[in-house]
Nanobody, 116 residues
């Protein structure tokens, strides 16, 4: 079992920055990849950024150049640095951990609200 706890959300003005954190506990050695997803009001959950166990990263087109996903030195924390925030970045941000064979764990999410 893996437990994920997100933090760092809040209210920010357009153009501002936030750093989200995802703290993993439990069977963290079994985790392959960790990703951040976003669910905007009335929309489906979508992938924002993803980091593999060897620290390769990829981003949604909407996040490229503005967001950075990284791991902490202890490897059980993953961050999402979000800069130049836009109103369309508003939503609940969820941390996801992928554990073989194909099991997904989710946190409860942290709300990001960007005011224009």
């Amino acid at each position: 079992q893996v437990q994920l706890v997100e933090s760092g959300g809040g209210l920010v003005q357009a153009g501002g920055s936030l750093r989200l954190s995802c703290l993993a506990s439990g069977s963290i050695l079994s985790i392959n990849d960790i990703a951040w997803y976003r669910q905007a009001p009335g929309k489906q959950r979508e992938l924002v950024a993803h980091i593999t166990d060897d620290d390769s990263t990829n981003y949604a087109d909407s996040a490229k150049g503005r967001f950075t996903i990284s791991r902490g030195s202890a490897k059980n924390t993953v961050y999402l640095q979000m800069n130049s925030l836009k109103s369309e970045d508003t939503g609940v941000y969820y941390c996801n951990a992928a554990v073989p064979p194909g099991i997904d764990f989710w946190g409860k999410g942290t709300l990001v609200t960007v005011s224009s």
